[in-house]
């Protein structure tokens, strides 16, 4: 049904009519017999009839309602036990770690002790010299000052803006009032200023004569004391401030929040979210939260100096921790000040008698100053930094924790001759230093001699670990008792090469140095003997890729660029936020660590300067000596006669005249009986291993070994073996060389 309906608006010249139609209701299903249900034809609000089809769809016949796109919700958790665990995981700590933790306890203790000793000691000197002077200078001003105030107390003088505005106003009655009642206080406050200071005079002339000298000293210090402080200017205090405060506020969300816009990480739809309460953390603040949707932990990491600066503090004072339960969950911590520039202390060492290197030992402490342990057991490390950092002094702490243990043997060089490494001459089985030879002694040889020497060892090692009996080696690897059994001589073994780089840019042994430093830092490790280099220049040309590669752990002190930082660390290590050239000049002892463990971070390193260090090893030498484990050029002695400095000469020694081919083992055999102090261990081991190890003698001369196939009880027989011809190739080249040189 229609109707018109007349629309008139002001100004219309003429009525408009214009058609309209009713509104009815629209027709649903029943589909229910509830009573109370609304008849058929009529919905309650926002209720729709469900198999009413899309009429203006012509594919809507015989479609029904999809699937809910939220999946339903569960009202029981799969177990118990996941309930269990998600609520323990989700309770907060009834108590801040610096209470749990025993080191954090420790450091609490000494932080109190340190600075109220410091601060009553500040104030005890100057008690006399500055404190009483001033109390004495102040104490007449004092007595004026309290003197004026009883006055203007027994005179009532608050009481006279009244009186004279009443006088003002000329209100007789109010003033008389105001009058009597000031004449009632002053005689009354007369009295009592009367009897007090007779009792006051009367107590005083009792002390003078009746007391004894120390408490009428006590009471004269007392009220010159109390008339000080009363007469001590407002702007000049009279006790000094023992600590200037450093610049701390209570963090808030707002700040937070601030930081997250100006380092645009949210946006006006989308801002932050905290999962748990801002709150203090040992000497900072610790913030949780949670990014915007789509915002992940590298954004929060690249932003690391623009949230410093919303934060309004320094960036080395902001920490980012990822959340392995998301994505887009961040943990700040915020220190109070630098941490990093604060010294971590002496090394922990220095009250050491012993160290197991088997196990961890204390190397520093992370940015909140728990203790970080190192361990070089299966590793390699690579240290890099500029000059004057504390390099050396970082790795050198790792070495007098390995010259601790007298079952660890250590070989020490220093390219650069400096006299920090010097000290390790009491227990090091191998040292040198510098490049430059110096009394008869060449600094390289020596180096090349223990690098081959090491080298063979670790190649003995692993043959010796695969024939050791089961009950003795079960899997195949070093054990501690192993280790330091003295009759199978596999000790644990350290080798320190300190700026490295002044042997690999050598004009003439660099590359054999740098072929061996790979070898051992790749293979050596497994048989417990692990490589320590450290350098300043850790670029291609002085400290090349093929090395710094082969360790599994590195350690970055402050660096120039970025670039310098990702080829210490690692290709990569920049993008997971790990960059030392951030680290500033006072940061020094401080780096970064990555690999060792399966965490990076943040290592202040302890100091041990040259006498905490001589001490140290003093107490290693008398601990070996105890042990009986001190060897090498520590016990003065000197390397066996190197092979391979006379082994080409040697070969062609003991090879016959005719002989174009000659076996391996034969020719070691020979060589045993030619010189028996040097290739006398070799005649003693299998025939495979004596072959390698002439093969493996040979190969830096580039003499390599072929198959030589001999007649043997009339069956041909297969063996490695070596040419005559190659032997007097190598021997030309080397004389060349020297002859050059």
Not at 218 to 226: F, G, M, S, W
Not at 575 to 590: I, Y
């Given at each position: ?348 060492l220095l009250g050491a008698t012993r160290v197991d290197f088997w196990k961890p030992f204390p190397w520093g402490v992370d940015e909140r100053g728990n203790p970080v342990m190192a361990t070089l057991l299966w590793l390699s490390l690579l240290v890099g930094a500029v000059p004057r950092q504390g390099k050396t002094f970082s790795a050198r702490t790792i070495a007098l924790a390995a010259a601790l243990d007298p079952y660890v043997r250590l070989y020490v060089f220093d390219g650069k001759a400096s006299p920090d490494w010097r000290t390790f001459a009491k227990v090091a089985h191998r040292i040198g230093f510098g490049i430059v030879p110096k009394n008869g002694t060449d600094p390289v040889q020596h180096l090349l001699t223990s690098l081959r020497e090491l080298k063979a060892d670790v190649e003995d090692r692993y043959h010796r670990l695969s024939e050791l009996p089961l009950h003795i080696c079960p899997e195949g690897k070093l054990t501690p008792e192993i280790s330091r059994d003295k009759k199978l001589n596999m000790p644990l073994t350290l080798f320190v090469v300190d700026e490295v780089q002044e042997y690999l840019t050598h004009p003439e042994h660099g590359k054999e140095v740098l072929s061996l430093l790979v070898y051992l830092a790749r293979v050596a490790p497994a048989v417990g003997v692990s490589v320590m280099t450290a350098t300043q220049k850790p670029d291609d040309k002085a400290c090349p890729s093929e090395l710094r590669d082969q360790h599994q752990a590195r350690f970055a002190l402050r660096v120039g660029a970025y670039q310098v ?177």
């Open positions: 049904m229609t109707e018109t309906t007349n629309f008139t608006s002001p100004g219309d010249p003429e009525d408009i009519e214009r058609p309209t139609a009713d509104v009815l209701p629209f027709r649903l299903k029943k589909t229910t017999t509830d009573p109370a249900a609304p008849r058929e034809g009529e919905a309650k609000p926002g209720e729709w009839d469900a198999e009413l089809p899309d009429t203006d769809d012509p594919d809507a016949d015989g479609l029904t309602e999809g699937a809910p796109v939220d999946p339903p919700r569960k009202v029981y958790p799969p177990s118990v036990a996941e309930w269990m665990e998600a609520r323990d995981k989700a309770r907060l700590p009834m108590l801040p770690d610096w209470v749990k933790l025993p080191d954090q306890r420790t450091a609490v203790r000494k932080w109190a002790v340190r600075h109220y000793s410091a601060v009553a000691g500040y104030h005890a000197i100057r008690l006399p010299l500055v404190y009483t002077p001033k109390i004495c200078m102040y104490s007449p001003r004092g007595a004026w000052r309290w003197s004026t105030a009883i006055g203007r107390w027994v005179s009532d003088t608050e009481g006279k803006p009244l009186r004279m505005a009443a006088v003002a106003e000329e209100n007789a009655a109010d003033y008389l009032k105001l009058s009597r009642q000031r004449n009632d206080r002053v005689r009354l406050r007369g009295i009592v200023a009367t009897v007090g200071g007779f009792v006051g005079l009367a107590a005083a002339l009792t002390l003078y004569v009746m007391a004894p000298s120390w408490l009428l000293m006590l009471a004269i210090a007392t009220l010159t004391t109390t008339l000080g402080v009363v007469g001590a200017p407002a702007d000049r205090p009279l006790i000094d401030m023992a600590k200037v405060k450093f610049r701390k506020r209570r963090l808030s969300s707002d700040i937070v929040i601030r930081a997250h816009e100006v380092a645009r990480l949210t946006s006006k739809d989308q801002t932050i979210a905290f999962p748990r309460p801002i709150g203090r953390d040992g000497d900072g603040w610790r913030v949780v939260v949670d990014l915007p949707y789509g915002k992940t932990f590298e954004d929060a990491l690249n932003a690391h100096t623009r949230l410093a600066s919303g934060l309004d503090i320094a960036p080395t004072q902001l920490f980012l921790d990822k959340d392995e339960t998301s994505g887009r969950r961040v943990s700040y911590w915020i220190a109070d000040r630098d941490p990093l520039a604060v010294p971590s202390g002496k090394s922990p930082s990702d080829t210490i660390l690692g290709a990569g290590s920049y993008s997971e936020g790990l960059d030392a050239s951030k680290l500033l000049k006072s940061h020094k002892g401080v780096g970064l660590l990555k690999g060792m463990s399966d965490d990076s971070g943040i290592v202040r390193t302890y100091l041990a300067d040259g006498r905490d260090a001589e001490r140290i090893l003093t107490r290693a030498a008398a601990l070996r000596e105890a042990e009986g484990t001190l060897s090498g050029d520590a016990a003065g002695e000197a390397p066996a006669p190197e092979t391979s400095a006379t082994i080409l000469d040697d070969v062609a020694t003991v090879l016959g005249k005719g002989e174009a081919k000659v076996w391996s083992e034969t020719v070691v055999d020979r060589l045993a009986d030619l010189r028996p102090d040097v290739y006398g261990p070799w005649a003693e081991m299998e025939a495979k291993p004596k072959a390698e190890a002439l093969t493996a003698a040979l190969k830096p001369f580039g003499v390599g070994t072929d198959q030589i196939s001999r007649r043997v009880d009339g069956k041909v027989v297969n063996k490695r073996g070596i040419k005559r011809e190659d032997i007097a190739t190598a021997i030309t080249e080397r004389n060349n060389k020297r002859d050059a040189g």
